[in-house]
């Protein structure tokens, strides 16, 4: 079984809609949550992080962690076509160099 | 900041040739990666330098691969003999520090196609 399990889509929806990508993860001792963004044929960038559990906010996404099911999601509010890209979540442990990738879900907004 | 930079952007080449791939992180950042994207099986990590030392190859397939990091602004990852299965987008990333909230940069990978 893989430390980090992600909904593999890919996901197509209308301008406007809300996307909800999830993560399953099995190690405890995760306590950074990262999602990347990655362009085709470009490199993943940082979208956003939280730290342990709880929700974060950054315009309109936002991130959302449950440690006790080990539950890791991204919503994308008003979603436009410049969204459309892959994400991957990536969680790590405090002092721990490794990011444990997701498979990544592919986003397709349709304008 | 011009980011990691990484060259070739594309290569392609023979079964049983020797290639090189190249990175410069950016500057002041102490952390790098290499890591390597296949659809089958995502993005895995190669190996991660701190302070120019490898401290991590466990994730380097096979002996065809090595990777070095002469000075603190050049790192190269060499497969010698390529193989067919060795085609994948690889990239380099760097980091200010390691763990907690420190964020990898990644650069704009090299697209490696192995005939």
């Known amino acids: 079984q893989k430390e980090v399990e992600q909904d593999p889509g890919p996901l197509s929806v209308p301008e406007g809609a809300i996307v909800s990508l999830n993560c399953t993860y099995s190690?405890?001792?995760?306590?950074?949550f990262m999602w990347y963004r990655q362009y085709s044929r470009k490199g993943p960038e940082l979208l956003m992080y939280?730290?342990?559990?709880g929700n974060k906010e950054d315009g309109r996404f936002t991130a959302q962690v449950d440690k006790s099911s080990k539950y890791i999601s991204l919503f994308i509010r008003d979603s436009q076509p410049s969204d459309s890209a892959t994400y991957l979540c990536?969680?790590?442990?405090?002092?721990?160099?490794?990011?444990?990738f997701g498979a990544g879900t592919t986003v397709t907004v349709r304008a | 900041d011009a980011g990691v930079i990484q060259s070739p952007r594309h290569e392609v080449t023979e079964m049983g040739q020797e290639v090189t791939l190249r990175c410069k992180p950016i500057?002041?950042?102490?952390?790098l990666f290499w890591y390597r994207q296949t659809m089958m099986r995502g993005l895995e990590l190669l190996i991660y330098?701190?302070?120019?030392?490898?401290?991590?190859d466990s994730g380097m397939p096979e002996d065809r691969f090595s990777a070095k990091m002469p000075n603190a602004s050049f790192s190269t990852l060499k497969i010698q003999p390529s193989e067919p299965r060795d085609s994948a987008v690889y990239f380099c990333a760097s980091s200010l520090g390691s763990g907690g909230d420190n964020e990898q940069f990644f650069g704009p990978g090299t697209r490696l196609t192995v005939l």
């Open positions: 190690n405890s001792a995760f306590q950074y």
């Open positions: 939280t730290y342990s559990s």
């Open positions: 500057s002041g950042h102490n952390s």
């Open positions: 990536a969680p790590r442990r405090t002092n721990d160099y490794k990011l444990s």
């Open positions: 330098f701190n302070n120019n030392v490898p401290i991590d």
